[in-house]
């Protein structure tokens, strides 16, 4: 059995996901957080990496709502992230991560200011910000992903089920 305690830290983060705080999560949120991410890294939306970031959006989207929006109703209510995020963590949260990893990689290119494949610890950080993350957990997050100077997509992708299961 799950705990209580678990579930209360899963429904903590779908702030980060409701991104217009509408009460529930839905393809638009997923788009909302792209613009955003664009507009933070003064990137065109019709860009590769803009294209690549609205795919890896959508990619997202749907692998949120194959495991979360148990009603099809395109809509996925806190209910059903909690639940749904709970089952899949419990079963395997590395693919949990694999979900995002197409929305992962596609941020982490924007971030990537120097083309070098990684992003530093401030753009993290700043993407993080866009995302709903709070200020100060978006510093040190940012911080404790950083090995080598560097964030890159080995580091983001488990960080992010990881993210799920730690208060913050």
Do not use: C
């Amino acid at each position: 059995m799950v705990s209580s305690e678990y579930e209360r830290r899963i429904a903590a983060r779908f702030a980060t996901f409701d991104q217009d705080g509408n009460g529930y999560i839905d393809r638009e949120d997923f788009n909302v957080a792209a613009k955003a991410l664009l507009a933070e890294f003064d990137v065109a939306a019709r860009s590769d990496k803009g294209q690549a970031l609205y795919a890896g959006a959508e990619a997202f989207w749907q692998g949120m709502a194959g495991m979360a929006d148990r009603d099809g109703d395109q809509r996925i209510t806190r209910e059903e992230f909690v639940n749904g995020a709970v089952k899949r963590l419990r079963d395997n949260p590395d693919r949990f991560a694999e979900i995002a990893r197409p929305f992962l990689h596609a941020a982490l290119a924007i971030a990537d200011t120097d083309g070098d494949g990684a992003a530093t610890v401030e753009d993290t950080a700043r993407v993080l910000r866009i995302l709903g993350v709070g200020e100060d957990v978006a510093g040190a997050s940012a911080a404790v992903l950083d090995a080598d100077g560097r964030v890159g997509e080995s580091e983001i992708v488990p960080a992010f089920a990881r993210y799920f299961t730690v208060p913050e």
